[in-house]
């Protein structure tokens, strides 16, 4: 809709996560690197943790597409499961063929492919995303899993990705033997007013294939960052809703007024999201609307 009217190629505030559009931002770039590092060493167990919308997924996306043609990944986003269930995702994902069985039955297919996989010189990944949402009961098989190992390495890598609850639910003493498991932890937080500046530009000039013109003016920028306080997922859809509305307006630049508009009429703040945007600059939005 919006995006030829800019020049577009594609929309460049989709929130769904593509690693066409990763921001190389200081932290999003170490959080990669940390990961590729720990899966090509196989270090075991990695953690990644962040809040919602900050980005962690993007690096997921990112990391699957940066990983060796040599090795095999299982990706779960179903967190809502049992242990068994999970064991049987893992298979399914992996392409092995089984018979359903017992969990024993399950681990015994698993741990055959992971020893093919070493003898061919193959690393296996296992990722977890939302794994927040893992009971502790699941967490703990999925240590079980980690116990697959040669005397040298680990005959898989496991990643955890989730929200800050997933730190507190590895905190619990009956993981204990899981938490000392974990080779690397790794916690995203907001990008700052530069970063969440150079995060839009960044994603326009990919949408267009080349530097775009300044399409936001520095007012603009200025309520972005203080509505999103750097939140990927909410700079996403803040932008796509005043481009929106700048299409709508046949306006060339997306203004203070615009941007405000856009704000008052987010999800974020009718649901009672206020929380992000100080008292001065909710006044200037009710001024400006």
Known sequence: MYYRYYGFKEPPFNLTPNPH????????????????????????????????????????????????????????TNTHISGKDLLMSILD??????????????????????????????????????????????????????????????????????????????????????????????????????????YIRHRLNVARGDEAQEIFTPEAFELIYEFSKGVPRLINQICDSALLSGYIYESDQIAGKIMCEAIGESPTMQLGGVKNVPAEEGMLIEKMV
């Open 93 to 198: 994902d992996l392409e092995i063929d089984y018979t359903p069985g017992s969990k024993a039955k399950l681990l015994f297919h698993i741990n055959n492919y992971l020893i093919e996989q070493l003898k061919n010189d193959y690393n296996v990944v296992l990722i977890i995303d939302e794994a927040q949402n893992l009971t502790p009961s699941v967490l703990e098989e999925v240590r079980m899993l980690s116990n697959l190992e040669t005397e040298n390495e680990k005959l898989i890598q496991i990643v955890f990705i989730g929200q800050p609850e997933l730190k507190k639910k590895l905190a619990l003493s009956r993981l204990e033997q899981l938490r000392q498991r974990i080779a690397v932890y790794y916690d995203l937080s907001p990008l700052n007013r530069e970063e969440t500046i150079n």
């Open 21 to 76: 559009f990763f921001f190389e931002s200081s932290q999003h770039t170490e959080a990669l690197n940390t990961l590729l590092y720990a899966i090509n060493q196989r270090k075991g167990f990695v953690v990644l943790t962040g809040d919602i919308g900050s980005g962690k997924t993007t690096v997921c996306r990112k990391l699957i597409n940066k990983l060796s043609i040599r090795t095999r990944t299982a990706l779960i």
